[in-house]
């Protein structure tokens, strides 16, 4: 989610007035979802994917427990915090709610500033979890996605790919005589072209499925799902082009740097036999034949059986 927009809470409770008390805590702070039974609220859960669920436990039909457990059992919906609020006086809910899996327990009737200060403390987590996950997938200087993101979401398409006998494309791309031009105008200015070849790169291949990573130094990548060839070559030609026409003032303005790009570019239809491994090692094997023609180039292959 965007930092500008507010956390959504979804709030259950089979008791209308409770409800009503809960959200007017919290409405200023956080977009409310609202659902009466559990029913409802395993629906709500699914569709919306609030950031955290404030969770009745005793209700008609499905309880709380039930809930927890069923959203405990959804990919979609296992890792959204719920913080059970209860009347209960049994002693052993509290530890059964926090054995399933809840995050806090907090106990009715319940003072409005606890609530704030709990669910306060839990988005705090979230926030920080969220953060690092992102941190862990990501190349801090280019914003674009890392090798360990890479690695996971080339396995995940390619197996799609095979089992969808689509084809899948890789884009695999080296900035030019990088080294000369880092040591003609310095590393800080070296990353200035990175990150605004990234920026061509996250700009030209723009569809959701479609992937931007940097691999390491200067080396990139963009990984195609249900992608053509020609599809594929028309990207590469545009992220060729793009880079050629990138102007980068130097820091102090006195020269407009320019840089080139090659890319080795492999798509193919997997089956069972296929390896991974050897679809990239191919597009690396285009990339240096692209280096070796005399760079600023494209050289495609298409596998086929
Ligand atoms: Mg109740």
């Known amino acids: 989610m965007a930092v500008t927009e507010k956390y959504s809470i979804l709030m259950v409770d089979d008791s209308s007035s409770n409800l009503e008390s809960l959200s007017g805590i919290l409405k200023n702070d956080y977009l409310i979802f609202k659902a009466k039974s559990g029913a409802l609220a395993l629906e709500i859960a699914a569709k919306e994917l609030p950031d955290m669920i404030l969770l009745d436990l005793i209700m008609p039909g499905i309880d ?22 209860t009347g209960s006086e049994n002693e052993t809910d ?16 319940f003072r409005a500033e606890l609530i704030k200060a709990r669910v306060r403390a839990h988005i705090g987590i979230l926030g920080q979890l969220r953060a690092s996950e992102q941190l862990g997938l990501t190349d801090p200087m280019t914003g674009l996605a890392n090798r360990r993101s890479f690695d996971d979401r080339i396995k995940m398409e390619w197996y799609r790919a095979i089992r969808d006998k689509n084809t899948i494309s890789f884009l695999m791309m080296d900035i030019d005589k990088f080294k000369s031009y880092n040591d003609t105008y310095g590393h800080p200015q070296g990353d200035e072209l990175l990150k605004a070849a990234a920026k061509v790169f996250a700009e030209k291949a723009r569809r959701p499925a479609d992937l931007s990573i940097r691999l390491g130094g ?15 070559m028309v990207i590469a030609e545009e992220v060729r082009k793009g880079v050629k026409a990138l102007r980068i003032p130097t820091a102090d303005n006195k020269v407009i740097t320019t840089a080139t790009i090659s890319i080795g570019v492999i798509s193919m239809v997997p089956a069972n036999e296929d390896r991974m491994e050897d679809f990239i090692a191919q597009s690396d094997k285009n990339l240096y034949e692209a280096k070796e023609g005399g760079r600023n180039r494209i050289c495609q292959s298409t596998y086929v059986h």
């Open 64 to 85: 709380g427990f039930e809930v927890l457990n069923k959203l405990k059992e959804d990919p979609y919906t296992r890792k959204i915090p719920v913080i059970f609020i």
């Open 94 to 109: 509290e530890e059964r709610c926090f054995d399933l899996g809840a995050v806090d327990y907090i106990k009715k009737p």
């Open 218 to 232: 200067e080396e990139f990548g963009i990984l195609l799902p249900n992608t053509s060839s020609e599809a594929a």
